[in-house]
């Protein structure tokens, strides 16, 4: 017979930027268990504080100082905040690039030692969808997003090395309530799975720098974590449920990106500003 999880301590205070994007709304509720405060971060405006145990504060990650107020005297930071779709490089570079320097800088001088970055599949885009890869697999970024999150991955390995910043790199794939094509069949992480693997990010002893897919325990996935097995994320929710009316759409022509590339249409979009 096998005891009842045990619920962690909670941290005094949290940081969670993105707070007003659609995962962080999810996130703003899901987290209230591992923190006594939940400071809430995003450049646009969010719903005021529930009561003492959220703070709410708007902050435009492009600007350093902004940040490093933000970062003061929170125990760790769930890095969620960004341009969350793909845009020109222009509109990428202040938030997802400047931006994730910022909260490494901060975090550095505030002695954060535990920073959990929302990175992205679309680091490795690229790479086709009968490949399966791990964490150690070359980074094929499909797009200016997937650059901005393949250099925040490098961002996060040099401040381990240097100044000793743990940090999990999350690759998500496809967080939504529910799969919304084929390719999201392999690569859905539901609400639920996305929560445990931030509680694995957040409390695994010795994490370094690990680069874990963010990814639902689906029939036909095409990522593979040994290498962060030490996180000991256990999915419990897969795809499979949702089939009949995923498959119910129209089949994709068998050159669409959806259909090639793990990065989907990502691989596609743009070039910006030609016009």
């Given at each position: 017979m096998t005891s009842a999880k045990t619920a962690p301590q909670p941290f005094n205070r949290l940081l969670l930027t993105g707070a007003a994007g659609?995962?962080?709304?999810?996130?703003?509720?899901?987290?209230?268990?591992?923190?006594?405060?939940l400071r809430l971060?995003?450049?646009?405006?969010?719903?005021?504080?529930?009561?003492?145990?959220?703070?709410?504060?708007?902050?435009?990650l492009a600007d350093k100082q902004a940040v490093d107020h933000l970062v003061e005297g929170v125990d760790a930071i769930l890095h969620f905040g960004g341009v969350s779709v793909e845009r020109s490089f222009e509109e990428i570079l202040g938030a997802n690039i400047c931006g994730v320097f910022h909260i490494y800088e901060a975090a550095r001088r505030h002695n954060v030692k535990r920073v959990?970055?929302?990175?992205?599949n679309h680091v490795i885009g690229f790479h086709k969808q009968d490949e399966r890869l791990d964490a150690?697999?070359?980074?094929?970024?499909?797009?200016?997003?997937?650059?901005?999150?393949?250099?925040?991955?490098?961002?996060?390995?040099f401040y381990f090395d240097r100044y000793g910043i743990e940090t999990v790199?999350?690759?998500?794939?496809?967080?939504?309530?529910?799969?919304?094509?084929?390719?999201?069949?392999?690569?859905w992480l539901?609400?639920?799975?996305?929560?445990?693997?931030?509680?694995?990010?957040?409390?695994?002893?010795?994490?370094?720098?690990?680069?874990?897919?963010?990814?639902s325990d689906n029939k036909n996935v095409w990522w593979d974590n040994t290498?962060?097995?030490?996180?000991?994320?256990q999915p419990?929710?897969?795809?499979?449920?949702?089939?009949?009316?995923?498959?119910?759409?129209?089949?994709?022509?068998?050159d669409d990106p959806s259909m090639v590339y793990q990065g989907g249409a990502f691989v596609a979009s743009g070039p910006f500003g030609d016009e």
């Open positions: 659609g995962l962080g709304k999810v996130l703003r509720q899901s987290l209230r268990p591992y923190s006594k405060i971060s995003d450049i646009s405006e969010m719903t005021p504080a529930l009561d003492e145990s959220e703070e709410v504060r708007v902050c435009d959990i970055f929302a990175s992205s150690h697999s070359l980074r094929r970024p499909d797009s200016y997003y997937g650059l901005s999150k393949s250099y925040g991955e490098d961002v996060a390995s790199s999350i690759r998500i794939g496809s967080s939504f309530s529910e799969p919304q094509n084929r390719r999201m069949m392999s690569t539901s609400f639920g799975d996305l929560t445990q693997l931030l509680e694995c990010a957040l409390y695994a002893p010795n994490v370094g720098h690990t680069v874990v897919y963010g990814v290498f962060a097995a030490h996180l000991n994320y419990k929710d897969t795809s499979e449920i949702f089939r009949a009316q995923v498959e119910a759409q129209p089949m994709p022509a068998a």
